[in-house]
T-cell receptor, first 114, second 113 residues
Framework: GENVEQHPSTLSVQEGDSAVIKCTYSDSASNYFPWYKQELGKRPQLIID?????GEKKDQRIAVTLNKTAKHFSLHITETQPEDSAVYFCAASMTTDSWGKLQFGAGTQVVVTP | DSGVTQTPKHLITATGQRVTLRCSPR?????VYWYQQSLDQGLQFLIQYYNGEERAKGNILERFSAQQFPDLHSELNLSSLELGDSALYFC????????????FGSGTQLSVL
């Protein structure tokens, strides 16, 4: 089955700096890579996703890049703000028999200090 | 509010007991997923249903079972509970269940004492 590794486990950045979280996946058949943000005590929420036919996707201050050859994908947050402090989860999924099964990474605790 | 409703929000029980967690998906969503979140293991996929049928299975223990009813709500049954089953259990739903955005409920915090 799919295995997703996520690094780093914690990330402290100064407000205004950039944050980068990296994930690797094991199954070359994976074709869907979402990122979820979970604030303390709240539910995970999708912030951006990318599919295997795209190398990069951007939405305001966040961007995701995908390298299918190397089987890794990354989340980039620019101009970080205190409200970006949360746990971020990457995930990978492949469609087998037309059904996706998301496997999440272990999460990255991001702390943005003013 | 994601539109996914989970009950109860908190559950405290003893080892060996059985509990049922309930989830109502967003209106129009046909697929329901169950995830377990513990401190040391992140979000673990348990099981997925689509329109009443099981579609994908993850690391779900034999002591756990789930089903999706004709009205599309789902229940996760946990039996012979152990201390290690203490975790936050999330339900999520999506329209079709085919690599798309998941909408998570607020979770049920299970404490096994």
């Amino acid at each position: 089955g799919e295995n997703v590794e996520q690094h780093p486990s914690t990330l402290s950045v100064q407000e205004g700096d950039s944050a980068v979280i990296k994930c690797t996946y094991s199954d070359s058949a994976s074709n869907y890579f979402p990122w979820y943000k979970q604030e303390l005590g709240k539910r995970p929420q999708l912030i951006i996703d990318i599919r295997s036919n795209v190398g990069e996707k951007k939405d305001q201050r966040i961007a995701v890049t995908l390298n299918k050859t190397a089987k890794h994908f990354s989340l980039h947050i620019t101009e970080t703000q205190p409200e970006d402090s949360a746990v971020y989860f990457c995930a990978a999924s492949m469609t087998t028999d037309s059904w996706g099964k998301l496997q999440f990474g272990a999460g990255t605790q991001v702390v943005v200090t003013p | 509010d994601s539109g996914v409703t989970q009950t109860p929000k908190h559950l405290i029980t003893a080892t060996g007991q059985r509990v049922t967690l309930r989830c109502s998906p967003r209106s129009g969503d046909l697929s329901v997923y169950w995830y377990q979140q513990s401190l040391d293991q992140g979000l673990q996929f348990l099981i997925q249903y689509y329109n009443g049928e099981e579609r994908a299975k993850g690391n779900i223990l034999e002591r756990f079972s789930a089903q999706q009813f004709p009205d599309l709500h789902s229940e996760l049954n946990l039996s012979s509970l152990e201390l290690g089953d203490s975790a936050l259990y999330f339900c999520a739903s999506s329209v079709q269940g085919l690599n798309e955005k998941l909408f998570f409920g607020s979770g049920t915090q299970l404490s096994v004492l």
